[in-house]
């Protein structure tokens, strides 16, 4: 299969970076997405040109790193796929494609493909977790039965690879889709009930600190989510946020 | 006997008493830090996966001041994420005879008894503590309708002891350790350094002090003074170009730490797991592991006559309509008490015995099948019971397995179809073995300290507890085990005596030389004016491993490969082209530190491998079989471990031996039959 792909380059955070289009020829239709880049970089290389910079790791979906907003859809054309998970059997041969990095004033351009996510990481730092310290002294883990729906949902939420692709794909750069998600986790679970309405209250204040965009609601995040996480999350954290604030004022 | 072998001069430090009170009684006695006296000392901790997140959130809650290091943009990314299966701990919440001594004895039989007694009993000792402080985390672990745990059954046991969290046990895990590593972060007490790469190990006055690092975006060098320095940087699987790694994982840190003085333990030791997504053409940039818990319902076969391997390779036959009695379910044959779930060894070698007999599925023959009819069949008759369906039809039975086979392993089948386009409910899995984790490592002592006083190894990048070869859920177990349980208690010991050092300067000649040796390489590999990207050179080594280091090992081939990987390394200096500037993100010049590295450490795993006369774990020699071709062991010229001390050239490292006294255990051949 042949392509032309059509690439955001950027050298730097102040480069003003343009769209630069480039062919690939001789493309098999079971390699992934980004091992097509990697023929593309190879070309690029050996004619003395830089290559594509592009966030990438495990290549099987889990880690998150792989970001690419391709022909205006975050991780592409295929539903609960990331990026490496994508092959090229799901394009049509003489294909034009064009990549880009996830657009977002929350995630500024480092180079090329490759953004800068870190707003992610603070906001769990602002309450993500339950504040327990190691010494392997805690209760029995069977002491507390959970029931079955709950922890299922709660790990459904918790699968959340923290890709950003709901933050590329929302109209308003909005990270609620990402922040519900360890919010509801941890509201579903017994151990996370202490710190429950403070967690959703400090994670919503990081979150608006960080410049992502307001919920209008959309639903776009859930389409585009490669792990399918629901906006049922997103209620709940509502909720709870809300429930915070009222408590405080009375 | 090698005379380049030397007796060990490092003591392994492993505590008196009874096997079942060493870690206890060390617990008891090894000195203390004082809160108080926390605070004036730092620690650097490198990596972020189960066993570096664990480590810094653990060191942070204690009170010192931790930095901690790793080449991805958030500390969540690292690899300990793929981990899929499951973690195991000695819980016995399934009452059927777990116990410690169960864990720590197959842990010790599932090495091939080539793994230190004391810190596999400590393992197995810690292994419940891990279960009951990550639900306090929060992470949600299956349960069963009474919202007990669940637990699954992994390859090389006879019990249920593995606690999963569907097929992303791994994920969950790191998110635990993760998220108590974001609240120390959020409080100040760890200064995390995203993006950053580690690229030296700072030695003053014969302790490790600090670290050179490498800012990824602006390229700049930084030095970073501790008064220990954690290593846990992971494995060296990537060696073979092709593993179910990360494409960024890497060996770099602890090879920096061999050429300073840290010795690197049975380097020959790599773990080729059964059950991979076999290669599919030759732009492959990594496999995809399918986990080892498929093996709990799924059966793997090819076919027995040769014939219908013909016809299933062009297609004319499908796999699903050749019959019972023309399959042969080749582990279930020979390993009949433990059939399809063997260890990884045994299992790998096996497939790779049938595909050598011309069996392969594929169009490469480099393929068997994993299948789950009778699972679907069993699960589904099973269901249609517990609903009270009366004579259920054959679709009925059918759609209720699948829906409990999707239960259990969802995501890996949409995984596995994601990639091969096959739909494994349909018709069977194909898989081949692949390169995926590394026992040996960095040598350390019960303390899990490296032969560089200072310097700790933690998780895969030390040697220390899984023999030659690792069973199924124990990396996860160790890693953690490592970082939560076990360093928080052992590095006080040596923190003690730094309580009046103060601030380690980054000034001296120490740093000053350790800087000017990274900056001289760095600018070599961008001025080298060479021709061939990066790439080329580690696919290149990656052939020369597999073929000649890999599953099957002999004395000529291992031979040929260090002189083919001496050449390689040559041409690599001369003729490697790494575009770019050191001021600015740069992958490529990444990737070429990383290959540059190894290509070092390849040479010395053939150098292991071709020393280690005996066929042990996942050490297979070719010259060292039975009849029916399982590995010989030689328990009398090799329970020891070899741990190679760096002289220059990787091939020409010196070998010392820390010999294995097993006192609990009886030495046998390894028998899952």
Redesign the interface.
């Known amino acids: 299969m042949d392509f032309t792909l059509n690439i955001w380059r950027q050298d730097g955070p102040q480069d003003a970076g343009r769209m630069v289009a480039y062919p690939v020829t001789g493309i098999s239709d079971e390699m992934s997405f980004l091992e097509m880049i990697d023929v593309l970089n190879d070309q690029l290389v050996r004619s003395g040109d830089e290559p594509v910079a592009f966030d990438h790791d495990c290549r099987e979906g889990i880690c998150g790193m792989c970001s690419m907003f391709i022909n205006g859809e975050a991780h592409g054309p295929n539903r609960l796929t990331t990026t490496c998970q994508l092959h090229m059997r799901s394009f049509k041969d003489g294909e034009t494609i064009t990549v880009e990095p996830w657009r977002a004033a929350a995630f500024p351009v480092i180079r090329d493909l490759v953004v800068d996510r870190t707003a992610m990481d603070r906001v769990i730092q602002s309450g993500g977790y339950v504040s327990v310290n190691t010494n392997g002294n805690t209760v029995d883990a069977n002491a507390l039965p959970i029931p079955k729906p709950a922890a299922d949902e709660a790990f459904e939420a918790a699968a959340c690879i923290g890709c950003g692709a709901c933050v590329a794909t929302c109209k308003n750069a909005s990270a609620m889709l990402f922040v519900a998600a360890k919010v509801s986790q941890l509201a579903l679970l017994p151990q996370g009930q202490p710190e429950r309405l403070d967690r959703a209250e400090r994670m919503v204040a990081q979150m608006d600190e960080e410049g992502f965009g307001n919920c209008t609601n959309t639903g776009a995040c859930e389409v585009e989510c490669p792990m399918g996480i629901s906006l049922d999350h997103i209620a709940r954290m509502n909720r709870d946020f809300l429930h915070a604030k009222v408590a405080k004022k009375s | 006997m090698n005379d380049q072998k030397r007796p060990y001069g490092f003591d392994a430090k492993v505590p008196d008493g009874p096997l079942a009170d060493k870690w206890t009684h060390h617990k008891n006695n090894v000195r203390l830090v004082n809160p108080a006296n926390k605070r004036s000392i730092d620690v650097i901790v490198v990596g972020t996966g189960l066993a570096g997140s ?1 480590a810094a ?2 060191l942070a ?1 204690m009170g010192y001041n931790v930095k901690a290091f790793c080449f ?8 300990s ?2 981990a899929q299966g499951g973690i195991n701990a000695a ?1 016995n ?1 399934q009452n059927d005879g777990d116990s410690t001594h169960r864990l720590f004895y197959d842990t010790i039989k599932g090495g091939d008894y080539r793994s230190r007694e004391a810190n596999v009993h400590r393992l197995a000792e ?1 292994s419940a ?1 891990i ?19 669940d637990n699954r059954s992994f390859g090389g046991v006879q019990v249920s002891r593995t606690f999963y ?2 097929g ?1 046990t791994g ?2 895990l790191l ?1 635990g350790a ?3 590593l ?2 120390q ?2 409080q100040g007490k760890v200064e ?1 350094f ?1 993006r950053h790469e580690m690229m030296d190990v700072v030695v003053v006055d014969g302790k490790a002090r600090g670290i050179i690092a490498r800012d990824l ?1 602006t390229g700049e060098i930084e030095r970073h003074s501790a008064h220990a320095v954690v290593l846990c940087t992971g494995g060296y699987g990537n060696t073979f170009f092709l593993s179910t790694n ?3 994982s890497n060996a770099s840190a602890a090879w920096k730490a061999h050429r300073r003085g840290s010795h690197f333990a049975n380097p020959c030791y790599t773990q080729i797991h059964p059950t991979c997504i076999p290669v ?2 030759d ?4 496999l ?2 399918m986990s080892e818990s498929l093996r709990n319902d799924g059966r793997i076969w090819v076919p027995k006559h040769m014939k219908d391997v013909e016809a299933i390779r062009n297609g004319s036959l499908k796999p699903t309509d050749l019959k019972e009695a023309d399959r042969d379910y080749y582990l279930e044959r020979r390993y009949p008490a433990f059939g399809n779930l063997v260890p990884r060894d045994v299992a790998s070698r096996a497939a790779k015995e049938r595909c050598d007999a011309g069996m392969g599925v594929n169009k490469s023959g480099q393929a068997v099948f994993l299948d789950f009819a009778s699972a679907i069949q069993r699960y589904g008759a099973t269901e249609a019971n517990v609903r009270g369906l009366e004579n259920p039809s054959t679709e009925e039975v059918r759609a209720l397995g699948v829906e409990l086979v999707e239960a259990k392993y969802g995501n890996l089948f ?2 596995y179809q ?2 091969t ?1 096959d739909n494994p409910y349909e018709t069977p899995m194909k898989i081949y073995p692949a390169v995926h984790y590394t026992m040996g490592g960095l040598w350390v002592d019960y303390n899990l300290m490296t032969t560089v006083p200072g310097l700790y190894a933690a998780g895969e990048a030390n040697f220390s507890d899984h023999g030659a070869n690792r069973l199924g859920a124990s990396a996860l177990m160790q890693g953690l085990a490592d970082g ?2 076990v360093l ?1 208690y052992v590095i006080g010991d040596y923190l003690a005596d730094d309580i009046r050092t103060g601030k380690i300067s980054t000034d001296g000649a120490a740093f000053d030389e350790a800087e000017a040796g990274v900056k001289a390489r760095i600018d070599a590999l961008l001025n080298n004016g060479g ?1 061939t ?1 990066v ?1 080329d050179f580690h696919k290149q080594l990656g052939q020369i491993m597999w073929n000649k280091c890999g599953m099957s090992r002999n004395a000529i081939h291992l031979k040929e490969a260090i002189t083919e990987i001496q050449a390689l390394r040559s041409r690599f200096y001369e003729d490697v ?1 790494v ?2 500037r050191a001021d ?5 010049l990444d990737k070429a530190g990383r290959v540059a590295d190894f290509m070092e450490l390849g040479e010395l795993m053939c150098k292991d491998a071709l020393e280690r006369n005996e066929s042990c774990g996942g050490h297979f020699r070719e010259e060292h079989q039975s009849e029916d071709g399982e590995a010989a062991r030689d328990d009398q010229g090799y329970a020891h471990v070899s741990s190679w001390e760096y002289t220059g050239v990787p091939s020409e490292a010196v070998m010392h031996q820390e010999e294995l006294v097993f006192e609990n255990v009886e030495l046998k051949t390894r028998s899952y039959k």
Do not use: W
Request: proline content about 7%.
């Open positions: 664990s959130a653990s809650e991805h943009d958030s500390p969540r990314r690292a690899h994420i793929a819980k919440y810690v503590s279960i009951d402080q990550c639900v306090m985390q929060g992470v949600p672990f299956a349960r069963d309708y009474g919202g007990m745990l969290a569907k992303q994920q969950q998110l993760y998220s108590a974001s609240r972060i959020g995390m995203n975006i990360a494409m960024g599919s053409d732009s492959q940039s990594k995809t592991l949409q995984m994601q990639i386009a939560y349980f928080p021709t990207p790439d082209r575009p770019g600015q993100l740069n992958p490529e």
